[in-house]
């Protein structure tokens, strides 16, 4: 375990769902991040949280909704997916958004919309 | 933004080999950071090496900032080694820290 959990491991969704991400950090960080993560491809940053407060937003479509209720969980809520939004998502993250070291990932939930 | 790229995209190995992994990048950077992900995808964080040289048993990465390249030294490789390993590099320019990361290198290592 690298001190950050995600859950679900995996999740099946049709279209028309809502299911939700969960990550929670047990390193007492302050920064949070999603990342997502297709076949592929560069891992690509989606959010970025520093203290509870969203700093970044990488241009991620309306039907992803991060939402930190504290620095120690992070949810990502999803809502009429895409087929081509299936992929691996990460959540990491890090003693502060000015951090220098310490990046830590969780082992993602790898998800797949039919 | 910032442009990293790595080389080979993939790279089969025996037991016992031993190679280099190359990751060049388009600007100046604060941090840089190599990563292995297993094949259940976990992503373990092996260096943070923005200049200099640094060892960890059969790993050891290599920065050379001014020109713009880090290299990762795997020396005897165990099947357990297999996996992506990623660059993944930080700049405080653009406002805000991010990680960048490069495609990867997929590593296969043969009994």
């Known amino acids: 375990e690298t001190g950050v959990t995600q859950t679900p491991r995996h999740l099946v969704m049709g279209m028309t769902n809502k299911k939700s991400l969960k990550c929670e950090q047990h390193?007492?960080?302050?920064?949070m991040y999603w990342y997502k993560q297709s076949a592929k491809k560069p891992l690509e940053l989606m959010f970025v949280y520093s203290l509870e407060e969203r700093v970044e937003n990488n241009s991620v479509p309306s039907r992803f909704s991060p939402e930190c209720p504290n620095s120690s969980h992070l949810f990502l809520h999803l809502h009429t997916l895409q087929p081509e939004d299936s992929a691996l998502y990460l959540c990491?993250?890090?003693?502060?958004?000015?951090?220098?070291?310490?990046?830590?990932f969780g082992s993602g939930t790898r998800l797949t919309v039919v | 933004g910032i442009q990293v790229e790595q080389s080979p995209p993939d790279l089969i190995l025996q037991e016992g080999a031993n190679s280099t992994l190359r990751c060049n990048f388009s600007?100046?950077?604060?941090?840089l950071q190599w990563f292995h992900q297993n094949p259940w995808g976990q992503l373990i964080n092996l260096f943070y090496?923005?200049?200099g040289t640094k060892q960890n048993g059969r790993l050891s990465a290599t920065t050379v900032a001014t020109e713009r390249y880090s290299l990762l030294y795997i020396s005897s490789s165990q099947t357990t080694d297999s996996g992506v390993y990623f660059c993944a590099v930080g700049s405080r320019t653009g406002g805000g820290n991010k990680l960048t990361f490069g495609t990867g290198t997929q590593l296969k290592v043969e009994l």
């Open positions: 600007d100046s950077v604060n941090n």
């Open positions: 090496i923005p200049s």
């Open positions: 990491a993250s890090s003693p502060s958004r000015h951090w220098d070291y310490g990046y830590t």
């Open positions: 390193l007492g960080h302050n920064a």
